[in-house]
């Protein structure tokens, strides 16, 4: 059974910074990409990075220069260090993979960005 298990979350001021941390466990971590998601209250999960098995990244618009996706094969751990951050950035913020067709998700950590 995929576990995926964040942590990092909690409350910050605009312009601060945060690193979430996602440990997976039951698969093998390093040939799958791995991706965060997040989800604002009233608005879709929408897809924030990826990296895949060879540590190619790719971030969504809103993000680029901020966040930096990176990963640690030897720890299982997928790691998304926030900086500069916005109240926009508010949200659930979740861990997935995709594995033989199906995706799998941890239980999300909060982020607040408030003054």
């Known amino acids: 059974q995929v576990q995926l298990v964040e942590s990092g979350g909690g409350l910050v001021q605009p312009g601060g910074s945060l690193r979430l941390s996602c440990a997976a466990s039951e698969f093998i971590f390093s040939i799958y990409t791995m991706a965060w998601y997040r989800q604002a209250p009233g608005k879709q999960r929408e897809l924030v990075a990826t990296?895949?098995?060879?540590?190619?990244?790719n971030y969504v618009d809103s993000v680029k220069g901020r966040f930096t996706i990176s990963r640690d094969n030897a720890k299982n751990t997928v790691y998304l260090q926030m900086n500069s951050l916005k109240p926009e950035d508010t949200a659930v913020y979740y861990c997935?993979?995709?594995?033989?067709?199906?995706?799998?998700w941890g239980q999300g950590t909060q982020v607040t960005v408030s003054s």
């Open positions: 997935n993979v995709n594995r033989r067709g199906r995706p799998y």
């Open positions: 990296i895949t098995d060879l540590g190619s990244t």
